[in-house]
């Protein structure tokens, strides 16, 4: 028996680009109606999160008047301004917080095995950009932009510590003077 989605026109589906080694992931369709003469016309416009799991992230939107139409639109986009994440093993480096329009979002490290504790929007874009273990909490507008846009926001965030060591001019511990 199949369950039932609590979320109307929210989707995550997987697909992998032959051969590039991206992975994409529809997380929202949203379909809109303008009444004409003769009925409804109806348009889509689809949320696209595309990543190599390896810390390349990028993110599309594209509208069009089929769905598929609008999912390619929105994966081209995606796939022309990647960004690089730092991750550290399976996880992030730190805890970090991400702010885009009404949207927040509390991201922290996790230890092996705990997997994302993420939902909709927060755990496409983790997915895609390779964390398996973080804890996520999504606060303020649930709009799957906002929330898409802000998990990117705290994920560029991220250093690493011998980052922030070297621009202090301070060395770890074990390591010789820079």
Do not use: W
Request: a positive charge; proline letters at 3%.
């Amino acid at each position: 028996m199949a369950e039932p989605s609590n979320r109307r026109n929210e989707r995550s589906s997987d697909r992998s680009d032959e051969g590039s080694g991206f992975i994409e992931k529809v997380v929202h369709i949203n379909r809109c109606a303008k009444v004409v003469k003769g009925g409804r016309r109806f348009s889509f416009s689809a949320l696209v999160v595309t990543g190599d799991q390896k810390g390349k992230i990028g993110i599309g939107f594209g509208k069009a008047n089929e769905v598929s139409d609008a999912i390619k639109k929105a994966t081209e986009d995606s796939k022309k301004d990647q960004i690089y994440i730092n991750l550290r093993n399976n996880t992030i480096p730190h805890e970090t917080v991400g702010r885009h329009g009404g949207g927040f979002i509390t991201l922290k490290p996790a230890s092996p095995g705990t997997g994302i504790i993420a939902g909709g929007g927060a755990r496409a874009v983790l997915e895609a950009v390779g964390v398996k273990d973080v804890l996520a909490k999504s606060l303020g507008s649930s709009n799957p932009a906002n929330v898409v846009k802000a998990t990117i926001e705290a994920l560029i965030g991220l250093r690493m510590a011998d980052d922030i060591f070297r621009a202090r001019g301070k060395r770890l511990a074990g390591q010789a003077a820079l």
